[in-house]
């Protein structure tokens, strides 16, 4: 069966040329044009990635992208305004994984939508069934899952490719460059913001002091390490 790609935009000749595209490769996609008709689509089917608009009717993208990411980590790419570096970072504040400018060329959006995809599949085949412990911190790699004490935290995909990736090399430092290579691949055309964007929000899910980090820590002038 085909990948499954939601596609969410208020311009309805955008959407048609998108889900076009991406059927003449094999994937199923379905479609919104407003906030709302896309969290609740996202709420009954697990995607393998959302297109995702920032203006939308109803909802904006990024409220969409936030309330998503409440019960799943399924990959966001955020389409955003071109040269408006605000709306990227907001959109990796909300929890996407990439974001595409627009006007886009409808190449790079099926080369970048297969790049999340191939990074994901191979994860999934990469994943050891293994649950690994520091004090109170438990990741469960089979399952994905992140746990403090008790309580579950939900990680978007990419902090928890980044937590996973820093936890199984303890105290080996990575540039924000080399995270960014490693995480989100060589041809991601994004900054070390990004990087940046992602630890922070990953010491505010998983550390009890986010200044004061207990896990994620760095190396000022050089990059991120896990402390164990």
């Known amino acids: 069966m085909g990948k499954k790609v939601l596609v969410v935009d208020d311009e309805k000749l955008i959407v048609k040329g998108i889900r076009f595209s991406l059927e003449q490769d094999g994937m199923e996609v379905d479609c919104a044009y407003d906030g709302e008709e896309a969290l609740e689509a996202a709420k009954k089917k697990e995607y393998d990635v959302v297109l995702l608009d920032v203006m939308l009717p109803k909802i904006t993208g990024f409220e969409v992208c936030q309330q998503i990411r409440e019960f799943s980590n399924m990959p966001i790419i955020m389409l955003t305004a071109k040269g408006d570096d605000m709306d990227k970072i907001l959109g990796l504040e909300y929890g996407a994984d990439d974001y595409i400018t627009k006007p886009f060329n409808i190449l790079e959006v099926k080369a ?117």
Request: hydrophobic share 35%; net charge positive.
């Open 112 to 228: 970048r939508i297969k790049a999340i995809m191939r990074r994901s599949t191979k994860k999934a085949a990469e994943t050891q069934a293994k649950v690994i412990k520091f004090e109170d911190l438990k990741i469960d790699c089979e399952s994905r899952r992140v746990y403090v004490g008790n309580k579950e935290v939900n990680l978007t995909a990419k902090e928890f490719d980044l937590l996973e990736l820093l936890i199984f090399n303890p105290n080996k430092v990575y540039s924000r460059e080399n995270l960014l290579n490693i995480v989100w691949g060589y041809d991601y055309p994004g900054d070390v913001r990004t990087v940046d964007v992602h630890i922070r929000r990953l010491r505010e899910k998983i550390e009890d002091n986010p200044s004061e980090p207990k896990y994620i820590h760095t190396k000022w002038g050089v990059g991120y390490f896990f402390q164990n």
